[in-house]
């Protein structure tokens, strides 16, 4: 018995349909019961790319961020990444999978059906990833939820009261990624027109990215800032964390496939493209720039090449990844020189690598889709256009849902530690502890 799921199904179900033509059903096999059918490659795949995003956040993010910051608040940073991959887990099992990605509501939200989790067991979702269970589905869009909140907290380190930031998270992971998932990925309107983000430009970057820069302005900027050094301090620390970045992020893009296919096979090659042409352009930048390259300038090129790529990365080939990463390099570097004219104090560079990077992505994406979506280049020129809508509808949102979370988090807990523990250091005064003795 087959169960035939026309190209419009909602939801990240693109990559398997990738490789039908666009005027054919795509024909899913149902076992003995109707229902779709367990693919066990495709069941260990997700598995695998979930825990590779998991790997990710933790240690990958909390490495990358706490190398960064001064040695009195690396505990603080990574403590960050941490409680928000176990708090934003928690919200997503609870409610946040099913506001996302339950049973459409007008095209704005989920509905409270699968609250709890209820309805969403072991069998496979005919909606969703109708190859694998339908909680596997669920567990790797949970990765994708903690990952975005966590990228935000690197333009906040070293000032933010650690009560603010749980309340941040768990408003903001609600009111901005939820909904912003559904329209995308769970059915939404931005789905129905047509948007397309294969791995989360829109959805985790330009959204976290855009937060971030009204987070850095709110907050203000750190004492000393732009006066007093600030230099990492422990780079091999960052590299390390940069590592496992770029190795969780093959199960990032290549597991947006939902199965162990063509689709993951073109995403995994994009990934790496871009990552690569990443690093080399932003150390040629920095090179030209500044007289030396650096070792954290091709971390940082190889992270906006791979946050570039990310909605593009299921739907291009190789060389389309390698001019993508070549530019995100170039531009990204541009962004974060440009960030002390505009005198805003983002950290660690949120937005000029994932805010920028995730603007551009999409945008390419529209120029450049070739497999099972056409772009611009490629004969669609109206694809263009909606890939601008998504961008600019995403980036808007985050900005003005972001404010008005902070505004609310500032009249019940403050979000900004004293000046006396801010220059103590937030392992001291926060959590203390001491990274170092």
């Not at 990358?64 to 099992?93: E, Q």
Request: charged share 10%.
């Amino acid at each position: 018995m087959n169960l035939f799921v026309p190209r419009s199904t909602p939801g990240r179900l693109t990559g398997l349909v990738l490789w039908v033509s666009l005027s054919q059903p795509l024909v899913v096999r149902a076992g003995e019961n109707g229902l779709p059918k367990i693919d066990t490659g495709d069941t260990a795949w997700l598995l695998m790319a979930s825990a590779l995003v998991l790997c990710m956040t933790l240690p990958g993010l909390a490495l990358f961020y706490g190398g960064l910051v001064r040695k009195k608040n690396v505990l603080g940073t990574i403590m960050h990444t941490m409680v928000i991959l176990c708090l934003i887990s928690l919200v997503w099992v609870l409610c946040g999978y099913s506001l996302a990605f339950g049973p459409d509501v007008g095209g704005l939200i989920g509905g409270f059906e699968w609250i709890g989790l209820q309805g969403v067991g072991l069998e496979p979702s005919p909606t969703y990833a109708s190859t694998v269970p339908h909680q596997v589905f669920m567990l790797f869009q949970l990765m994708f939820a903690a990952i975005t909140v966590a990228l935000i907290t690197g333009s906040v380190a070293e000032r933010m009261k650690f009560k603010a930031l749980l309340l941040f998270a768990v408003l903001w992971s609600l009111l901005i990624y939820t909904p912003l998932a559904h329209w995308v990925w769970g059915g939404g309107w931005l789905a129905k027109l047509g948007a397309l983000d294969f791995a989360g430009g829109a959805v985790v970057h330009i959204s976290s990215g855009f937060g971030a820069l009204v987070c850095a302005v709110m907050l203000g900027k750190r004492k000393g800032f732009g006066a007093d050094p600030m230099p990492p301090h422990d780079l091999p620390m960052t590299i390390l964390g940069a590592g496992l970045l770029w190795f969780g992020w093959f199960g990032f893009n290549a597991g947006s496939a939902l199965g162990a296919n063509g689709v993951a096979a073109a995403a995994f090659l994009a990934t790496h493209t871009a990552a690569s042409a990443g690093g080399i352009s932003w150390m040629v930048a920095e090179w030209v720039h500044r007289g030396k390259p650096t070792v954290l300038g091709v971390a940082s090129g190889v992270v906006a090449g791979l946050a570039t790529v990310t909605p593009a990365a299921g739907f291009i080939g190789p060389m389309s990844a390698l001019l993508i990463g070549l530019v995100a390099g170039t531009v990204c570097y541009g962004a974060v020189v440009w960030k002390m004219r505009f005198g805003y104090d983002d950290s660690l560079d949120v937005v000029g690598i994932h805010g920028v990077g995730g603007f551009m992505g999409i945008l390419a994406t529209g120029l450049f889709a070739s497999i099972g979506a056409q772009g611009l280049f490629f004969g669609n020129a109206g694809q263009f256009g909606i890939q601008v809508v998504l961008a600019l509808v995403t980036l808007t949102f985050s900005v003005i849902g972001t404010y008005l979370i902070l505004k609310i988090v500032d009249v019940t807990v403050g979000l900004r530690v004293s000046a006396q523990d801010e220059e103590m250091g937030l392992d001291l005064s926060q959590h203390n502890e001491r990274a170092y003795s």
